[in-house]
């Protein structure tokens, strides 16, 4: 059974960093695709930043571009998601995402296959 669990989220002020850390485990996820989902109070969930698990290949929506780098160990099965410049509308529950689809087809979705609990990240101003 896929398990995801994230760790690292907290509260921090606008400009500040944060680093994100998804567990992995239950399958091989090889050729799947890993994502960070995030979620703001009384909005939809809204696609982060996906990666692919084999190749390493990165996608990013225009609102992180520049700012969060996601990234992935494949010996120590983890999927972390690194956030500078935090800006108070990055406030969210994130949570990571695994899907067997690949990069291209899941970048800029939700249509994820698993997910975890998810993380609060909160940036006041």
């Known amino acids: 059974q896929v398990q995801l669990v994230e760790s690292g989220g907290g509260l921090v002020q606008a400009g500040d960093s944060l680093r994100l850390s998804c567990a992995a485990s239950g399958r091989t996820f090889s050729s799947w695709t890993m994502g960070w989902i995030r979620q703001a109070p009384g909005k939809e969930r809204e696609f982060v930043a996906a990666?692919?698990?084999?190749?390493?290949?990165?996608y990013y929506a225009d609102s992180v571009k520049g700012r969060f780098t996601i990234s992935r160990d494949n010996a120590k099965n983890t999927v972390d998601l690194q956030m500078n410049s935090l800006k108070p509308e990055d406030t969210a529950v994130y949570y990571c995402?695994?899907?067997?689809?690949?990069?291209?087809?899941?970048?800029?979705?939700?249509?994820?296959?698993?997910w975890g609990q998810g993380t609060q990240v909160t940036v006041s101003s």
């Open positions: 990666i692919t698990w084999t190749r390493g290949i990165t």
């Open positions: 995402a695994a899907g067997r689809a690949a990069g291209a087809v899941l970048a800029g979705t939700t249509k994820y296959d698993y």
